[in-house]
């Protein structure tokens, strides 16, 4: 087990244990947390965890639990990356102190969702870099808490690469452009085309395509959403897939460059119609953005 301590200082302190065992688990969360009880200012520290082990730190801490704020982390990680980034900036804008004052201690959720493919943990491991950049200026202080046996070593090798207390330790933005480097895979010749992507007609091919009513019509929004943040649109839209993983695919004459971009909450509470390609990532499970020279590829996938 290894617990790196941050080496430079920084408004936000983004930091990383890695742990085999039960033991090892509660060695690395206990300093973590009694420092958040010591932190003058702060609200009780917060631990997000799995379950069990928040039952190992009930059972450690005997009835100075009631001191730390515990959270199981299948009711925080509930969804996609931007959805965790969401929450995490609700959370802090209701609980935090001063400046976002709070010490987090945060488990992923590797052995269901997060873990289940190369392309979700390529989703995870953009959401520990953009962190970085996205928290910056907040003063909250974040112990990322990577099991080994359920996240394996090369998930731990890159997560590494978006903590600044380790030693291999990357910029996020030069990080996120090399994950967005890997081409996307090309859309089926027999995707449909639509000369303009109006809510009313991608929801009607998506319902034909097997998504609830609901659910196609919070699809229809995103698609209508990032054609309006991506105007001018340069070409037709492309729709293809099967429920739940509905895709459509849109091309802007200009490109986006910001790695951020909808990531950033908008003013208003909520992912309400309007914030363009923030809407867009809170209910797709997927946005992925491509530059090239002659504009930019967005390709949302619903489910």
Known sequence: MTVQQPSVPAPFDHRMAVFDSDEDFVAAALPFLGEGLAAPGEPPPVAIADPRNLDLLRD???GDAK????IPHTDWYTGSAANAVARAAAYLAAHAGPDGRIHLLMEPVWSGRAGRSTRETTEWIRYEALANPLFAPMA??????YDTRTAGPAVVAAARRT?????VYQDPVRLAAELDAVPLPLPPLDAR???QPHAGAVQSW??????????AELFATA????AAALDPLD????????APACVCELRSARRIDDPLAGFVPPPATGPEPGPGLWYARQVCAYVDIRDDTEGATVRLQYG
């Open 206 to 215: 998506a319902q034909t395509r097997g998504l609830p009513a609901a659910d």
């Open 223 to 226: 698609v209508a959403e990032t």
């Open 235 to 242: 070409g037709t839209a492309l729709l293809w897939g099967e």
């Open 193 to 195: 085309r639509l000369a």
């Open 67 to 70: 001191d730390i704020t515990c």
């Open 140 to 145: 909250t202080t974040a112990l990322c808490a």
């Open 60 to 62: 450690t801490l005997g």
């Open 163 to 167: 903590h600044p207390d380790t030693d």
